[in-house]
């Protein structure tokens, strides 16, 4: 009994039938999942973008026009700056309310919780006009810091459930003794609660990190210079403005999706568990 | 003494200074665009009045809502979509992530790198997704017409010029993608006792009885989550429609989302009362759809 929940790699065994019917859902989850992304990278590669054939002759001109007229570096770089620093507020705020909540009991703790959660009922697109002109009140309209604001707040409610219920598993005697030793509230959150929360950083962080890296709407309505522009924002803008240099979109298509699927396939089991931690609180 | 009284308002500064970074976020992203929406929905406010929203009157108070359902074309032609992308959701992914769930949890071989292949497509842009399906669409590059064509020749079909075929080009490009709500039913199957599989085993029971009599009722809970998270996408749909149909053809791929942003921003006419009316429209389907699947999935303790 023991021996097949070690080894989880084999399978449960079954009839002949249930087996063919088990391979055939898995080659259809296959061929759904992967064949677009790779219909789209084997047309990269051709003089005439699109078709079910092979190449004919394998081109590579999209890639060098997106490198050196396109600079996809540009775009890749905002997307970088924005995300990381909208990650790191959004978690580092959220942390601070989430342990605030889960070690010290005060007046208003439970309205806390409940003002994170009002957030899952409010969709962004639903309330994105108000925010649309408090950005152009503010001045931040096609500013990089005003996607970065916004994404701040996005997600919280998420990250917010993560941390609180792992800063709740970290035992209280850490935060005793620390108290005993001299170290104020401050101290003890950033030298010995963060380092021991960091699992539970890291999840919340893929999270963020993923949901800003690939946002699209507000990227789309708030920034209108090319320069300022993220990934999924310049994707937006080849619908009209690139469709005639057709290999250059199929190219485009293709990096910008690549780093995303290789991080994902080398630390695959980390993100199964962000994924799965994120969504748990439905 | 004072000493005691000295550490217990250090104790409540600590708490308000780290409460105060996410209170005020949220105050400004979500508070604040919240009541704005709501009071402006009893308001006039669009291009032509364009400085600032005037209220309606009592008389009128439910102007926009009155108008938005009577004589609004693209909002009701919007939120039938809304629902239908909804139900389609319910009725298509869901079955779909429960049945590769099963599947993959029977640990046959290459399941993990079929579910890391599921999953892809949820982790990566869905602007990257549009762009795609908009490319194997189009009747000069895509795959769908040459297809088509090879099982009737010349019927040189173009999913998004024609109106029927354009609601369901949107639809394919998210509806099969259930990557991540399978890792979530996985999760659960895996933590399922093992003793309870290995008894029903013994009593001889076949292992479609097994998914169907045990593991698809201990699932429900689970299920019910991922239809809330799954027909809240559906509701919320925008970036497929802005990148693959672009609302149309003739407007007739509207969704909610898309609606509410072609009014306040999108179009030559704009709308911003209609726009904040339609979100707080939105926001109430919300509620009312997790409240109905909950229901409907009966799980326990309120969860």
Not at chain 1, 205 to 229: C, D, H, R, T, V
Not at chain 2, 92 to 112: F, H, T
């Amino acid at each position: 009994m023991s021996k097949r929940k070690k080894n989880g790699e084999h399978s449960e065994g079954g009839s002949r039938g249930a087996k063919i019917f088990r391979y055939f859902i898995m080659l259809l989850v296959m061929i759904v999942s992967v064949y677009p992304i790779l219909w789209v990278f084997i047309s990269s590669f051709k003089k005439n973008p699109g078709g079910l054939s092979l190449p004919d002759e394998w081109i590579f001109d999209g890639y060098v026009t997106i490198f050196t007229k396109l600079d996809i570096q540009t775009y890749f770089i905002n997307s970088f700056i924005i995300t990381i620093i909208s990650t790191v507020i959004s978690v580092a705020i959220v942390a601070m309310a989430a342990y605030v909540v889960a070690r010290m009991k005060f007046f208003g703790r439970a309205l806390v919780t409940l003002m994170f959660s009002t957030t899952l009922f409010i969709p962004s697109v639903s309330i994105s006009f108000p925010i649309y002109r408090l950005l152009g009140d503010l001045g931040l309209k096609d500013t990089r810091a005003g996607v970065i604001f916004i994404y701040s707040g996005l997600g919280i409610a998420v990250t917010y459930f993560i941390l609180q219920s792992y800063f709740s598993t970290i035992p209280k005697e850490m935060e005793e003794a620390a108290k005993i030793d001299g170290c104020g509230y401050t101290g003890t959150f950033v030298r010995i609660i963060l380092p021991i929360a960091k699992p539970g950083l890291a999840t919340a962080g893929i999270m963020a990190f993923l949901n800003n890296w690939n946002e699209f709407y507000f990227a789309s309505i708030l920034l209108k210079s090319p320069e300022k522009m993220t990934i999924p924002a310049l994707l937006g803008q080849f619908t009209s403005a690139y469709s005639k240099n057709l290999n250059g979109m199929f190219s485009a298509i293709i990096v910008a999706v690549v780093p995303t699927i290789v991080i994902f396939c080398l630390l695959s089991e980390t993100f199964v568990k962000s994924l799965t931690a994120g969504a748990v609180k439905g | 003494m004072k000493k005691k009284k000295s550490r217990l308002n250090k104790r409540t500064g600590f708490i308000l200074y780290f409460l105060m970074p996410a209170i005020l976020l949220y105050l400004i992203i979500y508070a604040y665009p919240l009541i704005n929406i709501f009071f402006t929905s009893f308001c006039e406010w669009n291009s032509k009045n364009f400085v600032a929203p005037r209220f309606l009157g009592w008389d009128h108070v439910f102007d926009n809502y009155r108008k938005i359902f009577t004589v609004d074309a693209n909002f009701q032609r919007a939120l039938i979509n809304s629902i239908k992308w909804v139900i389609l959701t319910m009725l298509i992914q869901i079955p779909w992530s429960v049945l590769v769930a099963l599947v993959l949890s029977k640990r046959e071989r290459g399941w993990r790198m079929t579910r890391n292949a599921f999953v892809i497509p949820n982790i990566i842009s869905t602007a990257a997704i549009g762009l795609i399906f908009l490319n194997l669409y189009s009747p000069a590059r895509g795959i769908v017409t040459e297809i088509c064509n090879k099982i009737v020749p010349g019927s040189n079909v173009s999913v998004l010029a024609n109106e029927k075929w354009a609601f369901w080009g949107v639809t394919f490009s998210f509806v099969l993608f259930g990557g991540s709500s399978c890792l979530l039913l996985m999760t659960q199957i895996f933590s399922i006792d093992p003793g309870i599989y290995e008894a029903a085993k013994v009593d001889g029971a076949s292992s479609l009885q097994i998914d169907t009599r045990i593991t698809l009722p201990l699932l429900r809970p689970m299920i019910g989550t991922v239809s809330v998270i799954a027909a809240n996408y559906g509701l919320l749909l925008y970036n497929e429609i802005a990148l693959i149909s672009g609302g149309g053809p003739d407007n007739s791929t509207y969704s909610l989302s898309f609606y509410i942003y072609k009014t306040a921003l999108g179009s030559q006419k704009l709308n911003f009362a209609r726009a904040n009316t339609a979100g707080v429209i939105q926001i109430f389907l919300g509620i009312l759809l997790v409240g109905c699947i909950n229901r409907l999935f009966h799980t326990k303790d309120g969860e």
